[in-house]
């Protein structure tokens, strides 16, 4: 399938039982409470994430959702997305293929590695000190990231992250918002999502046959649709917002629900 931007996130059934049974339990963390009808943190952005044809998509969404969690609460620098990306490759040893990475593993090497500010180690760059680690020929995406620079990070975790699996998914990931939660999901691309523009709602019909995924971020909801932070630039959606119907996120076409509920430390 050819996309205009990169997606980046390839599951299979296994990955998919994986997820849903991780160890972020949704449980006692998010209640089902009353809530507005609508909820948008947009507003709180510095911008909108172009991966272009990068498949850098769960380090993007995680930044965008560290990101504007730090903004709702205590404000920190962009975590860089490259450096999520890169270490989430690095579980599977797949460092020098561009090919996507699945989010939990992002998160068990965040915790792990730590996180850096973008500009520390940027998704593009043409900082010569930075391509210098770069062997000849080597695009800047494929190298993997600098271990003298995250050993200055050592304690910076993902502090909380839960899966929102399960359940009213509506009601929990409209709860997360409400209270100032960061939620992320992954979703099976068809060739239309790319096409979305303006403020229309996107509803696939139906079951979307595709072997590409594409993880992003929320910034609010309301009555019908969740809002989302697209990582293909401002020229998805409306200014890089898309709509996307409520029901289709609930769709087994979505899956990989997680929630960041704290501020993750950031170090350089």
Not at 89 to 115: S, T, W
């Amino acid at each position: 399938m050819s996309l205009h931007r990169g997606t980046g996130l390839i599951p299979d059934d296994e990955l998919v039982v994986r997820q849903r049974n991780d160890d972020w339990p949704l449980s006692g963390l998010v209640g089902a409470g009353r809530r507005p009808l609508s909820v948008s943190y947009s507003g709180a952005l510095d911008r909108i994430i172009d991966q272009e044809q990068t498949n850098s998509c769960v380090g993007c969404a995680f930044s965008t959702a560290m990101f504007l969690r730090g903004q709702l609460s205590t404000p920190i620098r962009r975590p860089s997305p490259k450096v999520i990306y890169d270490l989430g490759r690095l579980i599977d040893e797949n460092e020098l293929f561009d090919i996507g990475c699945r989010p939990q593993d992002a998160i068990v090497m965040v915790g792990k590695h730590g996180i850096v500010a973008e500009e520390d180690w940027p998704l593009f760059t043409s900082d010569k000190s930075l391509l210098a680690l770069s062997p000849p020929g080597k695009e800047w995406i494929d190298t993997p990231p600098d271990f003298t620079v995250l050993h200055q990070a050592a304690d910076a975790v993902v502090t909380g992250c839960f899966g929102a699996d399960g359940g009213d998914i509506v009601a929990t990931l409209e709860q997360a918002l409400h209270v100032r939660q960061i939620p992320m999901f992954a979703m099976y691309v068809a060739d239309d999502y790319q096409d979305v523009r303006g403020t229309e709602v996107y509803d696939h019909p139906g079951r979307v046959d595709s072997t590409s995924s594409h993880m992003q971020a929320m910034c609010g909801y309301d009555e019908d649709s969740f809002h989302i932070v697209s990582s293909w630039g401002e020229g998805h959606g409306n200014r890089g917002i898309v709509r996307i119907a409520k029901s289709f996120i609930a769709s087994s076409n979505c899956f990989a629900r997680k929630v960041i509920t704290q501020v993750p430390t950031l170090r350089r």
